[in-house]
């Protein structure tokens, strides 16, 4: 690491820091941004650097989000009751009360996902190609229909998270949230960056590459393949349990496993950043989350139009994505040796 | 949790017989899909969307006063310049790159189908009544609609006809050609632009017709369709590509495993289980195959 990458690193930090101070009414937007660049960074390690395309991570997603609200709400008082009461009418949390929940659910709503990820990646990830793809959307959509049936979480009328106690109004509810986010992003990018630069980074992309190559060479790839799909699993757990407290309802198709959402727009992101690079998630979520609001916004009731539209056209036009395109123009920066006679023969050729 | 399935015969008899009949316009969509598939390698998301366009273009019919019966010839004629239409714009794109950016894009499209066919014909559940009546079996024990005894005819009179066609017709012949080596093909004089224009177009038909009578039979809502690419491409999987006869044998036994999901379970399930028997299915195939130390490609 050089220095002009320290003073980046810091400049973000400090930037994210006060991030919700210079704008205060974006607290809840930007805590969404972060929870989006999480769920965007994890999924590049199966999409991006695995080669596992994977509608999936949604399940994970949702699993901490029920989780962590279970587990606030049930180390206090009964669930069943809760939900079928609506919530927030019969019991109330001490400011104590939520925030030890509030650690509690999202360690389980971290922990749980990553075994469920191990025991379903030893079943699944031997599927490759399009298989894995719809089999993890197969995946995605039943966890959302089954959790819609259990009674009791909610069951079709969905699930109100413990609010945030009578603190500090608003203002530190966001940012409670904000940080809670930001936190998360930083333990994730921290996660990812440090096994980025291990040879198990190499080992995924041998996978990517030519699995069965990969395998001749002695790797035991199922190993790292489940390795990689827990680590993704742990961090959208997290993410998951952060976001249901911040939306503080939770639905089983439209907030928990929303694969026509979420389950999305982690693959889109990655897409729009370019996949299999560390920024390349990071970038796109952040465009991807300014679209989205933009379109919701100023198109309202017609966003979803608009995000079929850009996901046909991220798909056709930019499969490589923002640092693809980059990589293609300015090679040297990526580290790549080009020969500058070998260029220009290129473009004579076209 | 309701077992009266295993002690009352009747019920097990009827709910066979639904899902058999059932079961048939599921292998109808499974063609399509097999069908494009085969030819194009493509997978498409949207298949249950066009489903369910289909199944609007009968149910307006019979808003307009035309028995919805009619849609099941004017339901494929546009559906099939609909596909046409798909595939200029979006599909010859993502022919022949990455299978994941194929499913990408035509997730893409299904989410807009979805939208705007909320839009265009609201978020209510509605169905074309076509009238037929219903027929008693067993001393009035079993119930079977004559729309579903209807339905199941047509689709087998369609699937009958784009076999033979398939089989006997020029580009029948191309499509097959290009299916077995598109390279070979276009050398040997095959447009096969053409020909996977035509395939997604007659996909896209198959589609309408199956919609058009799951108007008829049953109820259509603009957000059901993933559930009909979901089936489909479970059946394809278990029957294999160009296995006609499996194709159908597998879209009837995963109707009546639907039909019996739903009294056993609870209509509130039957959709996660059939997303999760999909789950299953290919977990035991990967685990079969692995024991020879192959992979589903």
Redesign the interface.
Known sequence: MNKNSWILYIGILVFGLVAPFIFPAFKVQLSILCVLIVLATTWNIQGGEMGY?TFGNILFYGLGMYLCASVQVGMFFPLAEWTESGGEKTFVHTPSQFFQGMAAGLLVAAVVPTIVAGLIGY??L??????F???T???G??A???S??IEIIG??QGFTTPPFPNIGGLEARGEFFYFLSFGALVLTFIAVRAIYTTRFRLILNAIRDNEDKAEAMGIETMKYKITGWMISAFFCGLAGGIMGGLVGYIDSTDVAFDG?EMG?FM?LMA?LGGKGTLWGPIIGATLFHFFKEGFWTFFL??Q??A??????VI??YF?EGLMGWLREKYPERFGEVVDEADRKAQVELK | MDFLVFQYPMITIQACLDGLLLGILFALIAYGMALQWGVMNIINIAQGDLVILGGYIAYFMYLYGIHPAWGVIVSPIIMYFVGIAIYKLVINKVVDRDLFISILATFGISILFMQLMNFAFGADVVLANSGYGTTMLFDNNVVLPNSKIFSAFISIVFAICLVVYMKRSKLGRAIRATAQNARAAKILGVDTEKVYAATFGINAALCGVAGALISITFTIHPYMGLPYTIRSFMIVIVAGLGNLPGVAMSGMGLGIFEEFADYILGTEFRIGSVFLLLVLILVYRRFKLSRKREYLK
């Open positions: 395309n079943a699944i031997g599927l490759r190609g399009h298989y793809a719809i089999c959307l197969g995946l959509v039943a959302g229909e089954i819609g049936g069951a079709g026509r999305v693959v897409i009731g017609w979803y139009v995000l079929g539209v850009l996901i046909v798909v056709i499969p």
